[in-house]
């Protein structure tokens, strides 16, 4: 096994991945804003954090993963005070539909779902901590970070502060600071607007110590991994680690990893360029969650990942390449023995693809190594040199590919059915039926049972009935 290496914010370095417990690693991850729902970027960042759980778990480790859902912010409360509902009746919606998404996405549970709505008690707690250390002051009703308390401010993201001056506005925030660099731990109340009457004043917490206090309640003063899009390295992380070394003294997280931006088309996704995309929006123009999920994976975490619909179709006849060639593993019968070339192959392929993910999750390095194996158990295939002794060993190597992957297992319509986007029955019009099953027909006529079985599953997706009658045609009908 190769030794697994992360890329750390803090130190701007590639570095050995080791956990403060062996065997154990205490993971924090920034979730969604649930005010609207989650775009393909935002799922860019989810499904990183995903290859990098799903990874650490098939190396063995105990995963104890936290993520949130920010329930508590400016838009929030003056979205739910306009439309008269509480923030819960206003969030639900949202959080319903991201546990919606990450499903259809294969994108795991953490083992800690947390909302900030349920943790007011150990925010204000927090803020409490850092009022007796004198790292806040009190300003119009709202409390302060005072950043002049924490020299090593902007060790993560490295951010030059010196051209901040006090007094500069840097956000929107209508009350007066001590410096234009401190940030609001606590927020007096609005008009109208939802407000906690709590021990240290009526109001509602900032965003940033929403993190620091559910982080720290649920894995301790000190995570071994916060990851999150590198938007929010500055602030936000900075900011987490000023409240949170503030207040006990202690590292906050040992690594931290950033995943880079989606583009789409070569943009910045937005609505006024009509390239925002949410998942539902992609599964109405007949995109599997598969290949969604296999293109956001495609490239490595670091890499800006330029979006396209060109790639989605790519990524869906690669999703496809290997669904056919984990068929034909599965059903096909192989000469009785054992072929050393193969098996050479495939310890190859299972040590490259290793390799691939511990270098930093480099995702391309994996699949390239898996296409290696196919191409090469394909050409064996063909060629009747594929032997029996080899399959278990193939299987396994799919199988691992496929725990940190996810796209293998073909449940894409159960999936689209699930959302609501199972109304394909009578989609395919008659004369595609016909094409279809005169291509399953010559699959069979080859002897090419994998592509004829793929066949007749597309075909029984859209709801079409196979009839094969004793003289050999093929009758169907719709369900
Ligand atoms: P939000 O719901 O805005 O709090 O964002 C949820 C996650 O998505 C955060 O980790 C963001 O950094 C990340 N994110 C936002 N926009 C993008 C994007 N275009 N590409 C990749 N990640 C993003
Ligand atoms: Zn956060």
Known sequence: MNEIRLHNTLSGKT?????????????????????????????????????????LKLRGFKMNHVMNLTDVDDRIIANAAAQKVGIREYTEKYAQAFFADCKTLN????????????HIPEMVQLIERLQKKSFTYPTEGSIYYRIAKFPQYGKLSKVDLTGIQAGARVDNDRYEKESARDFALWKAPKEGEHFWETEIGAGRPGWHIECSAMAMKYLGDTLDIHTGGIDLAFPHHENEIAQSEGATGKPFSRYWLHAEHLLVEGEKMSKSLGNFYTLRDLFAKGYKPSSLRYALSSVPYRGKLNFTFDGLQQAASSVERLRTFSDRLKQGKFPTGSNPA????????????????????????????MYDFVREGNIAMDKGEFKQDEVASAQKFLADFDRVFAVIQDDDAVKLKALGFGASEGELSDEEV?????????????????????????????????????????RWKRK
Request: glycine letters at 6%; a negative charge; charged letters at 30%.
């Open 15 to 55: 570095e050995p991945f080791t956990p403060q417990t062996p065997g154990e690693v205490k993971m924090y991850t920034c979730g969604p804003t649930v005010y609207d729902y989650a775009h393909i970027g935002n799922f860019r960042t989810f499904i990183f954090q995903d290859i990098l759980r799903r990874f």
């Open 107 to 118: 994108v795991e549970a953490p083992e800690y779902w947390v909302r900030a709505t349920d």
């Open 342 to 369: 193969m098996a050479a192959s495939i310890a190859k392929a299972a040590n490259d693809f290793d390799a691939g993910l511990s270098d930093d999750l480099n995702t391309a390095v994996a699949l390239a190594a």
């Open 434 to 474: 016909e094409k279809l099953i005169t291509e399953r027909n010559a699959a069979r006529a080859r002897r090419d049972f994998a592509t004829g079985d793929r066949v007749r599953k597309e075909l029984a997706d859209h709801g079409i009935i196979l009839e094969d009658s004793r003289d050999g045609s093929v």
